[in-house]
């Protein structure tokens, strides 16, 4: 190991738990971090493990997708797919990825580049479980802070404009009973706004 090269990447995505995003913690008048955000996730996945036992899933790779899914983050930041441009959000994180991933020596950061590029391009299981377990992590953060600072709210995103954007990510299968659960949840609960 490279500890100079390991120990100057630590101190880089240590800037990751700054990274701020849409969605705001239940203490009122913080957002999440991105770090935050990808802990949450890892914990969704492994609650979900037994799930997905009848399938051929590689838990440890899914683990490890769900810590560096949003790490090009750093440099390219975060985006609301509701009222931000997302049109280049792929070539930016992939570029910001690159960037940051060759600070690694080999071949740890060819290793976190290729899980990277491998969640990006959403051809294997673990990547679309991922991706799918990660876009309901805002309606639950949202089913959190309702009483006091809901972000769709605050953005004014409707019903209708969630599930446009989210129902593509589920089709069948414990993600999608959860997904199914906490659009229910969060309907009954105001989360939405409403026009």
Not at 42 to 71: G, P, T, V, Y
Not at 138 to 148: V, Y
Not at 164 to 182: A, I, K, Q, V
Request: aromatic share 8%; hydrophobic share 35%; proline share 4%.
């Amino acid at each position: 190991m490279d500890v100079a090269a390991t120990v100057s990447f630590l101190k880089e995505i240590e800037k990751f738990k700054t990274c701020e995003r849409v969605c705001q913690t239940s203490a009122e008048g913080r957002a999440e971090s991105d770090a935050e955000h990808s802990w949450h996730l890892a914990l969704l996945l492994l609650l979900l493990e037994e799930e997905f036992d009848q399938q051929e899933i590689d838990h440890a790779k899914a683990l490890k997708m769900s810590l560096i899914h949003d790490l090009p983050e750093l440099y390219a930041g975060d985006t609301n797919p509701y009222r931000d441009d997302v049109s280049h959000k792929e070539e930016e994180e992939i570029t910001a990825a690159e960037k940051l991933f060759s600070a690694l020596p080999h071949p740890a950061g060819e290793k976190l580049l290729s899980l990277f590029m491998e969640y990006a391009e959403q051809q294997t299981l673990e990547s679309k479980i991922v991706k799918s377990a990660d876009k309901l992590m805002p309606l639950i953060q949202n089913l959190c802070t309702n009483k006091q600072h809901s972000s769709y709210r605050k953005s004014q995103v409707e019903f209708a404009e969630v599930t446009e954007y989210l129902d593509p990510y589920f089709s069948g299968g414990p993600l999608d009973r959860l997904y199914r659960n906490l659009l229910e949840e969060a309907e009954r609960e105001g989360v939405f706004h409403r026009a």
